[in-house]
């Protein structure tokens, strides 16, 4: 059996309490602990930016729409949400 097994699902969560309660500290690991930054969110992603990329983009709520991170988990704005009222979509359809 190889002592490089996969990690332990309790040690993940050990890390993600850290991660929230300030303490960046990695024990020696060299795994990466990434928290969403949109406001509002406590999303903890363990190991690969591109999940916390992921995330962001998923728009799962209000407070995710429109925005993205950069390769550099820079908050951006794609795009501002509209305001839809009764008719918009009338104004919409191609004929």
Excluded: Y
């Excluded at 993205?68 to 305001?83: I, S, Y």
């Amino acid at each position: 059996m190889s002592t490089m097994s996969s990690p332990d699902p309790a040690d993940d969560l050990e890390r993600i309490r850290q991660a929230r309660e300030g303490d960046d500290s990695s024990d020696g690991l060299d795994v990466e602990v990434f928290i969403c930054p949109v406001q509002g969110c406590s999303r903890t992603i363990i190991g690969d930016s591109a999940n916390l990329r992921h995330h962001v983009r998923q728009e799962s709520d209000d407070d995710h729409a429109g925005f993205e991170l950069t390769e550099d988990l820079e908050l951006v704005k794609r795009w501002e949400q509209m305001e839809w009222g009764p008719g918009a979509l009338e104004s919409e359809v191609i004929e």
